[in-house]
């Protein structure tokens, strides 16, 4: 059985995460595991351990989670509280599940019980051994049914054509894809028009409604959000660019990440050597 890890701090933006993750898990045939983490309490700490406290109060919020949105999903939501760094211990769940996604807000909340997860996302992205959807609270659909589906001139921009075309299979969902045109050089924004049809191609050859155009501009991020805002799409696929050496996404990815008004899938190249990126993350 397929299982998608969605991260929980108990804030507005993850339990939209957790709306969310119900009608993809009913699309994709998944199970899905709520995963809360507590900060271990420091030996050196002045005040007292509230590790108690925290654990049974996010035991209480997790089953009334599960209250609510358990009886809308096909399949089976249990929950689990591990202690650590919290994207680690996300990463850690992913693993164990052997998870076919995460699902993480992208903005936590601050307060007592130190809600985390939007300061964590980066790394999660970075880090998440499977690909990964941030959602902001902002996205209130109740479907997926427009995939963008950007293409840059990097020989990895079209290695999350797979995982989408299963996303768009499962959703019903049709996919735009675009050229990403950040330059003026002819032979790359040649190369681009080359990748944008064959990528049109593949999706139209397995029946998905497919389309396909071309935008320009200074950085590929703006680029990305400002036809995504003009359009009126659902989702956004990109290459989660990372430093190999200090497991950081690029700046371009995280500003849409951070900025961008629908889910973001970001899947890791499986190539990641520096001189292969040209375009951080977001092809």
């Known amino acids: 059985m397929n299982e998608i890890v969605v991260a929980i701090d108990f804030s507005s933006c993850s339990v939209n995460a957790t709306r969310v993750a119900v009608f993809i898990a009913n699309a994709m045939n998944a199970n899905i595991t709520l995963i809360n983490v507590c900060k271990p309490c420091s030996e050196e700490a002045v005040y007292p351990d509230t590790h108690d406290l925290h654990y049974k109060e996010a035991k209480k919020r997790l089953e009334d989670l599960i209250s609510d949105f358990g009886p809308?999903?096909?399949?089976?939501?249990?929950?689990?509280?591990r202690v650590g760094k919290v994207y680690s211990e996300i990463v850690n769940e992913a693993k164990y599940n052997d998870a076919m996604m995460i699902i993480a807000g992208t903005h936590g909340i601050s307060g007592f019980e130190e809600y985390f997860i939007g300061s964590n996302a980066y790394r999660l992205v970075s880090l998440s051994p499977c690909p990964i959807i941030?959602?902001?609270?902002?996205?209130?659909?109740k479907e997926?049914?427009?995939i963008l589906?950007?293409?840059?001139?990097?020989?990895?921009?079209?290695?999350?054509?797979?995982f989408a075309l299963e996303i768009a299979q499962n959703l019903g969902a049709e996919i735009r894809v675009l050229g990403v045109y950040d330059?003026?050089?002819k032979e790359v924004r040649k190369k681009i028009k080359n990748?944008?049809?064959?990528v049109k191609s593949f999706f139209d050859n397995k029946g998905i409604k497919v389309s396909a155009d071309f935008a320009e501009g200074k950085k590929a991020s703006g680029i990305i959000l400002d036809y995504i805002n003009i359009h009126d799409f659902d989702m956004v696929a990109m290459m989660s660019d990372q430093d190999s050496s200090t497991m950081?996404?690029?700046n371009e990815a995280q500003r849409i990440i951070n900025h961008s008004p629908v889910p973001v899938l970001s899947i890791h190249p499986k190539e990641t050597s520096s001189?292969?990126?040209?375009l951080s993350g977001t092809g």
Do not use: A, C
């Open 149 to 162: 589906f950007p293409i840059d001139s990097s020989r990895e921009t079209r290695q999350k054509t797979n």
């Open 248 to 250: 950081i996404i690029g």
């Open 195 to 198: 990748y944008v049809l064959q």
């Open 183 to 185: 330059t003026g050089i």
């Open 134 to 141: 941030t959602i902001r609270t902002m996205f209130q659909k």
């Open 275 to 278: 001189s292969s990126f040209r």
């Open 72 to 81: 809308l999903l096909k399949n089976e939501m249990k929950y689990r509280i």
């Open 144 to 146: 997926i049914k427009k």
